[in-house]
């Protein structure tokens, strides 16, 4: 592979990361900067959107779990991954108003800790009713026919879906951007952040606003777990393993910005790529790889360079890359 197609490889793997932790950031950044709610079961949304689109959109072969156990080998709609996209986005909205409701609203003044403890006690009972209903073997998710060609560019071994998750994401984003900063629902909802006892004095029900912005982090989670699920296997513990990294990419890009939580989650996912392509001074700088290093693998370090540049940006801008600096009276 040439230079130049190690660069653009790079390029398209760090953008598609990112592309995930930004679906999974916009909506957990709006939630903690608007509603100052900490929610660790956003990683679940993740998981039971992987999941309902893989029953939308394929068959399942059940080799254990609960489902297994009672006799039923096959499961799965082989309904297509659009359909699947389509019915993700909706349900997981729905899972999304219904934790609000029921969960989430019980908890706005209640200090963080409370609301960390009781998320992430719903995270696990997710996880776990997904083990318990299909077991822990990873479901294999396959990508699009459509979409499951290499780019059409020489040299660069990288699967077409991959550039739809980036065209996904940005059509995504742009409109929620476009929700929050142009439309009335997103005056109100930013006002309700700034000063929200004087919304109330003008009669607005803020309940009716935060509901629907907690509904629209959720869908984008949901939809973060179908896009992402066909470039590997899923299992019931991937929302808790994408959950890090989500609010890593929400601190480092600024809490309640979504040009933050492109930038932050862009970031991440450039430094992952850039790490585990094998060779880096070579392919970015020409530069010859001393041989004690040459062919080496940075691979095992790309969880590691995720943290290192989270340490260096809140060094230099606690508030995050594009946050808000929170000063003293």
């Keep these: 592979m040439s230079i130049g197609a190690d660069v653009i490889s790079i390029l398209l793997n760090g953008f598609q990361q990112g592309a ?41 072969a059940l080799s254990e779990g609960y489902l297994a156990e009672q006799g039923v080998a096959n499961i799965g709609l082989g309904g297509g991954f659009v359909v699947a996209l389509l019915a993700v986005t909706v349900a997981v909205f729905v899972v999304g108003l219904l934790m609000e409701h029921l969960v989430a609203r ?17 995270a696990i009972i997710v996880q776990e009713l997904i083990r318990w209903l299909f077991g822990s073997t990873s479901q294999p998710f396959g990508q699009p026919p459509w979409a499951s060609g290499p780019v059409p560019i020489p040299g660069v071994a990288i ?54 912005l907690f509904g629209i982090g959720a869908a984008l989670a949901g939809v973060a777990g179908v896009v992402g699920g066909p470039l590997s296997p899923i299992n019931p513990t991937a929302g808790t393993d994408i959950l890090v990294p989500a609010f890593v990419t929400v601190v480092i890009g600024g809490v309640g910005s979504i040009r933050g939580a492109v930038l932050g989650g862009l970031t991440l996912g450039m430094t992952q790529a850039i790490l585990i392509q094998t060779g880096i001074p070579e392919v970015l700088f020409g530069i010859a790889m001393p041989s004690m290093i040459a062919g080496y693998n940075f691979a095992q370090w790309s969880q590691v360079g995720i943290y290192a540049i989270a340490a260096i940006i809140l060094l230099w801008r606690p508030e995050g890359l594009l946050g808000r600096e929170v000063t003293g009276s």
Excluded: C
Aim: no cysteine.
């Design 159 to 212: 699967s077409e879906w991959r550039l739809w998750i980036i065209a996904i994401t940005a059509v995504l984003v742009a409109i929620v951007y476009v929700l929050v900063e142009f439309t009335d629902f997103g005056l109100v909802v930013r006002a309700g952040t700034e000063d929200p006892e004087m919304v109330s004095l003008l009669g607005i029900r803020l309940t009716r606003p935060y509901i629907v």
């Design 20 to 60: 995930i932790y930004v679906l999974l950031a916009v909506g957990l950044s709006l939630i903690l900067g608007t509603i100052k709610f900490v929610n660790f079961a956003h990683g679940a949304l993740y998981i039971i959107g992987a999941y309902l689109g893989l029953y939308v959109a394929q068959q399942l």
């Design 106 to 122: 019980k908890f706005y003044d209640r200090p963080d800790t409370d609301q960390i403890l009781v998320t992430f006690g719903l």
